[in-house]
């Protein structure tokens, strides 16, 4: 089946009713016809492989990601970083505890607002960010391997909406 049919008739567009895939005991299906499984263990097999590829500049899975979204310009604040990035307050903290020690980052609270934490990269910081972007790209894209330019536009929408969804109150 192709993705094409299966996007044009499964998933419901904003609007087009509440369509139900579980009920009752149907939420635990086999491993491979549970969504729930299957991103999580995309998600596991994505940050294993960031983790082997990441190693040689001593960050974790979960590391470089505030590291780039400082280099980008994406965020200059610890909660700034946290909203950015999807990660707890108090995790990005911890987080940027470690990356400070590692001597990538540095964080000075703000002189006009005493509760803001700004974060900058340092020049280690700097030279990590633009090191690692091609290796993060490298795993991404062997990832995607086999995927058409469509599928990736596909997967992308697919997965941005699986998102939204988890933002929304429940009903």
Known sequence: MSVKSVTSRAVPRPGDGNVRFYEGD????GKQDSVGYLVTLAH????????AQLQPFNLTANQWAPLLAIAHGQCDTVAGCARETGIDA????????????KGLVRRQRSDEDR??????????GKTVARD??????????????GF???EFEVIKDLLQRFLANGERPAE
Do not use: F, W
Request: aromatic share 2%.
């Open 26 to 29: 149907s939420a635990y299906r």
């Open 44 to 51: 596991r097999t994505l940050s294993k492989s960031l983790e």
């Open 90 to 101: 108090g995790a990005m903290t911890r987080m940027l505890d470690r990356l400070e020690a």
């Open 148 to 150: 058409s330019q469509h």
């Open 132 to 145: 690692i972007s091609p290796v993060i790209s490298n795993v991404l894209n062997r990832q995607l391997n």
């Open 115 to 124: 509760r803001v934490v700004n974060v900058a990269l340092t020049t280690a």
